[in-house]
């Protein structure tokens, strides 16, 4: 079975974070979750507090539950991390009927607790850590949406014929329809043809307009790839190198000593040590933060995750700080560099940027669920940046995402030694690596590369088979969710089809 890699969106968890939902995904997949299928929660300290969350949503009333869920988070959690979870099992207490647990084990040293709510039929993912500081308490607790572990269960893990590769996505969107009200389209290129291109759901539910092809949606952090390209490009220009380091390219950026010690290289691959720009400062004023340079001082505020180069911390402040490198370096505004140098080359004619008050047809509406256990979608018009940025949350549809996978494996966009220098020494993350913008993990031999992206509203991502030109592009105006991993199931049958006798 092939593992795969955590979701580089990881997801914009508020934002465009490698935060809980990155280990979500990763813990999900390939369906470890269900790997050792126990209903006892290990008899730890941690084990008993999971044990005790459990007991209290399934007879606590809300409010019992909101005075005890703090009582068991320890001082390290975050004022806003520590309202969401409480918040979050507040509605399991209100929504879900009770939880009915399915699987409890020890993960990297996370317990995780898999639970099916009674009433609705949702399958919920708890994952918590102990604080060593603290025994008794939690030092990370998340509770995240997860796929019913069936869905995939009839996929194989070999190659198999065109027809029954249609027939396992056409299946799996349908249960994806019943299960959790899918909407969005999945696209897969193979052979150089369109092997599979279909869609569900709406795009806009208020007026019930249904999705189709020509339906654009927000993709979050697959944005990262673009901002990497023009970087790439500009290095092949000569401009800059990849040990450039900050202050000698953004010279203005206010933190002139962490700006000193941090390379284009790192902000590239999320080693850069800086923290992140989605903060409450940043939603209360989302309209002011347009270009990257409006980034700058907000940025340079946040504390520091670690010293540049010393650990890996998915940064959308480190990306933010490229596109202000490219308008630096190439004399052009980042989005109409990228719409010059990227999307025209690429053919890329349905991807681009809006501001939330622009009009852009056929551009679909942004749901979200207030909580895992929520039934009800909610338009994420307050839960999204007022403009994209070089982090991401451009907007694009599938036929433009594999224009991009083409038109980057091609040369198009990149000459084959600087792709060969962006892939090469990714950093381990999970089962996968975390590359300069474009993450990849092994199948079957082959470098599945892309990235995922997520947020309220939002869940994509762009799978491509490398070595062979096959790619998967899933959009959805819903998330953030694990619909994303379909794509990668298929990129996985796609690759084992490459390596077949």
Not at 145 to 167: C, I, K
Not at 252 to 265: F, Q, R
Request: a neutral charge; proline letters at 6%.
């Amino acid at each position: 079975m092939n593992n795969f890699f955590p979701m580089a969106a990881r997801g914009l968890r508020r934002g465009f974070s490698l935060s809980a939902f990155a280990l979500a995904a990763f813990l999900c997949a390939s369906g470890a979750v269900v790997a050792a299928p126990s209903t006892t929660v290990p008899d730890t300290p941690l084990g008993k507090v999971g044990s005790e969350l459990l007991r209290h949503v399934n007879s606590d009333t809300p409010e019992q539950m909101r005075a005890w869920a703090p009582t068991v988070l320890s001082s390290a959690f975050g004022k806003e991390d520590a309202a969401a979870f409480v918040d979050g099992l507040v509605s399991a207490v209100r929504e879900s009927g009770g939880l009915t647990l399915t699987n409890a084990h020890i993960q990297q040293g996370f317990l995780v607790l898999t639970v099916k709510a009674r009433r609705t039929g949702q399958w919920v993912m708890f994952i918590l850590a102990a604080d060593p500081a603290q025994p008794g308490k939690l030092g990370r607790a998340d509770l995240m949406p997860m796929d019913d572990p069936a869905l995939y269960a009839d996929w194989p893990d070999t190659a198999v014929s065109p027809e029954r590769l249609n027939s396992l996505i056409h299946t799996a969107l349908d249960r994806l329809v019943q299960a959790n009200d899918f909407s969005g389209c999945v696209t897969v290129a193979h052979g150089g043809k369109t092997v599979f291109d279909e869609c569900r759901g709406l795009a806009e539910r208020s007026f019930g307009v249904p999705v189709d092809r020509e339906t654009k949606f927000r993709v979050a952090s697959v944005g990262k790839m673009f901002t990497a390209v023009a970087i790439g490009q500009l290095v092949e220009a000569g401009k800059l190198s990849w040990d450039s380091t900050l202050d000698q390219l953004v010279p203005e950026y206010p933190d002139h000593d962490a700006a000193k010690k941090i390379t284009v290289w790192q902000l590239l691959h999320h080693t850069s040590g800086l923290g992140d720009f989605f903060v409450p400062a940043f939603f209360q004023h989302r309209e002011k933060y347009v270009n990257p340079a409006d980034y700058l001082d907000l940025i340079a505020r946040q504390p520091r995750v670690s010293e540049p180069g010393k650990q890996v911390s998915y940064s959308n402040a480190g990306y933010v700080l490229l596109g202000r490198i490219v308008e630096n370096v190439s004399h052009e505004d980042y989005f109409g560099y990228v719409q010059r140098h990227v999307f025209a080359p690429a053919g890329m004619r349905s991807s681009g940027f809006n501001t939330l008050d622009e009009t852009t047809p056929k551009l679909a509406v942004g749901y979200f669920q207030a909580s895992p256990f929520s039934t009800d979608w909610k338009a994420n018009w307050m839960k999204i940046p007022y403009k994209g940025s070089p982090a991401g949350d451009s907007y694009s549809n599938n036929a433009d995402l594999l224009r991009f996978a083409a038109a980057l494996r091609g040369g198009k966009l990149l000459k084959p030694d600087t792709l060969t220098s962006m892939f090469k020494d990714p950093i381990p993350m999970g089962p996968g690596s975390i590359g300069a913008g474009f993450d990849e993990r092994l199948s079957h031999g082959r470098h599945i590369r892309g990235h995922q992206g997520g947020i309220e509203g939002v869940t994509t991502n762009l799978a491509m088979i490398w070595e062979t030109g096959s790619a998967v592009a899933l959009t959805s105006n819903e998330g953030q969710s694990q619909a994303w991993m379909l794509a990668e199931r298929i990129a996985d049958l796609l690759a084992a089809e490459a390596t077949k006798p």
